[in-house]
């Protein structure tokens, strides 16, 4: 099986690549544009492997995504490549909507074109994966889950370019017949994760003897989901997954902000206990323009029809999240020393 994996340069793609080539799910090609948040280092240990490949283009680029489709003759494609940060979208929406939106466009009609030439064995076993964030459907009260059913209702720049490439993936598959899969999930974490998000910033700001911020009153709730978890449901959902289905994936992690901040704090004390206690760096900051206040995720169809549930609970996730970034410090190093100084985004309105 040959798998074109976009965006597999970046965090979540980055662990579907890992995941792929350790359980020998498939041969794995990465298209990716190499932007700010795809560190070279994150793939330096493919190169060389047989069953991977390294193509540096940008899915909005018609004639070089084509190209890759010929190269690499894949049996299902994996998209992922986005512009993914909510505060980035709210400071330059207009990237968001080219390359979620517009490079969505051109990765699809690139894909219809090759699928439709196909022999018609391997167009019946073709896939095209769409990943996507529950962060489409808007914001939740105090009681209920999204499901598969859930109305859309985004509400940033970020999820609304996210939710206008949901609805181009269906009509691909409405109107010309591709075989699609898409899957929304819940908010990720763990390692290789690019420090403007908040468990990776909190670590580096508080392992730095610096404020480590929470929007608002820190009570927005999030579902957090480990990567490797998901990485895990993304290659089943690709596997298992039913033409034109959508699953939901989640981590059944439900915590508020303020708490995911204390226990990085707590683990932090742990594990570099000169700095105890970490608490003390905590600083409640400006909210985030729009912030929805809570997401969680109903991770039922994806149990019943996928046969895949989390398995990595909250706080075994964030020892190894901080463990990883105190012992990846090479990794880390540059971006903060250079592309992005763990500074606020985002904060226009504020």
Known sequence: MRVLVTGGAGFIGSAVVRHGLA????????????????????????HGHSDFGLIERDICDAEAVRAAFEQVQPDAVMHLAAESHVDRSIDGPGQFVQTNVVGTQVLLS???????????????AFRFHHISTDEVFGSLGEEGMFSEDTAYNPRSPYSASKA?????????????????VLTNCSNNYGPFQFPEKLIPLVILRGLRGEAMPVYG?????????????????????????????????????????????????????????VGAPHERLIEFVTDRPGHDRRYAIDTSGARERLGWKPSTGFE?????????????EAWWRPIVEGSYRLDRLGAVGS
């Not at 009509?171 to 699609?180: D, E, I």
């Not at 075994?316 to 990846?328: F, K, M, P, S």
């Open 110 to 124: 690139a894909a219809l074109d090759y699928w439709q030439a196909l022999p018609a064995d391997r167009r019946a």
């Open 316 to 328: 075994a996730g964030i020892r190894r999240t901080v463990e990883w970034y105190l012992d990846n």
């Open 164 to 180: 206008a490439s949901d609805h181009l993936v269906r009509a691909w598959g409405h109107t010309y017949g591709l075989p699609v």
């Open 23 to 46: 359980n020998r799910l498939g041969q794995v090609f990465v298209l990716d544009a190499m932007t700010y948040a795809a560190n070279p280092l994150t793939l330096k240990p493919h």
């Open 217 to 273: 009153d820190g009570l927005n709730v999030r579902d957090w989901l480990y990567v490797d978890d998901h990485a895990e449901a993304l290659w089943t959902a690709l596997l298992k997954g039913e033409p034109g289905a959508t699953y939901l994936i989640g981590g059944e992690c439900e915590r508020r902000n303020i708490d995911v901040v204390r226990a990085i704090a707590r683990t932090l004390d742990e594990f570099r206990p």
